[in-house]
Each structure stands twice: as structure tokens, then as C-alpha cells.
């Protein structure tokens, strides 16, 4: 997976007085996913209750092997955003799509920062259930995968 960086280099063109002028240079990096990876940036992201979160991502994605993480990068399942701000790319197979899986995560938070209120555990599964959710069992799913992965300390 390839993500794509611009860096902004400022140089001086030898005339006087000096005038700044300004290069583009394109600096491809790649950051491969992992599990820790995921934990890691859920972390980093402040994503609320990260936990769950990653318990979401296992369910959502198969175990990080389903079609729509491997070729749209999307590892909550989300759909593409239509009254919120999204960091999504387009739509395939009715799925977000994602040039990264860090955007993925990205997109995830500017949906949590939509509900406030979402501190508790309790209330964080009620709002999953009831918006989230297509699956009447979704929350009971992630909350057995959530105990799975908290028994290897993710």
C-alpha cells in the first residue's frame, strides 16, 4: 500500500535581491498494514473507545481479509459520507473507498466527532446498535471479538 507525501522545498535563485522560489517534490512512503499498526494509530488518532473500534475492524473486514478492505482500503465497512465531511475517495461495491488504511481510520473519527456524549462504554454500544449497526447481533459480535483480542493484549 503506497500513500503518497508532498514536501514543500523552499530555494533561492541566485539573482539580487534573492527571490524565494518554491519546488514540489512528490516523496512516495509505504506503511503496510498490521494489526499493531491498526492499534497503533487507532491510538495515536484519539479515536474514542479504541478497543471496540478495533473489535469493529476485525468484524468488519474478516479478520482484515475481506474484498472491500484489501481493494478500497475501508476497514469499518463505512459508506460513503453524504452530510458529514469524509476523507473517502468514492464508493465501490456500496462501500467507502480509501487510498489508505490510515484514511480509513481518519474518516472513522470525523464520524465519531459527529455524537457527543459518547464517553461510556455502554452508551458508545447503544449508539452502534441503533445508527451503526445493520445487524441486530452486531454489538453482542464486537463485544465477543473486543474480549478475544483484549485476551492478547492486541
Known amino acids: 500500500m503506497i500513500r503518497n507525501l508532498i ?12 527571490i524565494p522560489t518554491l ?15 491498526l492499534w497503533d494509530y487507532l491510538k495515536e488518532k484519539k479515536i474514542k473507545h479504541p478497543e471496540i473500534v478495533y473489535a ?15 481493494e478500497s482500503h475501508n476497514l469499518f465497512g463505512m ?18 473507498t480509501y487510498c489508505h488504511w490510515k484514511d480509513s481510520v481518519d474518516d472513522y473519527l470525523l464520524w465519531q466527532e459527529m455524537w457527543s ?20 447481533n452486531y454489538t453482542r459480535l464486537v463485544k465477543t471479538i ?5 485476551e492478547w493484549n492486541i
Not at 514536501?7 to 534573492?18: G, M
Not at 459508506?79 to 467507502?96: D, F, I, N, Q, S
Open 23 to 37: 519546488y514540489l517534490s512528490e516523496v512516495i512512503i509505504t506503511e503496510e498494514f498490521s494489526k499493531e499498526a
Open 79 to 96: 459508506k460513503l459520507a453524504k452530510v458529514r465531511p469524509t476523507v473517502a475517495t468514492g464508493e465501490r461495491y456500496g462501500h467507502a
Open 117 to 136: 456524549n459518547i464517553e461510556t462504554e455502554a452508551v458508545y454500544y447503544t449508539l452502534l446498535q441503533r445508527v451503526y449497526a445493520e445487524d441486530q
Open 7 to 18: 514536501l514543500v522545498f523552499c530555494f533561492f535563485d541566485l539573482q539580487t535581491p534573492p
Open 56 to 70: 469493529q475492524a476485525v468484524l468488519e473486514t474478516g479478520n482484515f481479509t475481506s474484498r472491500i478492505f484489501r
Open 146 to 150: 473486543r474480549k478475544q483480542n483484549y
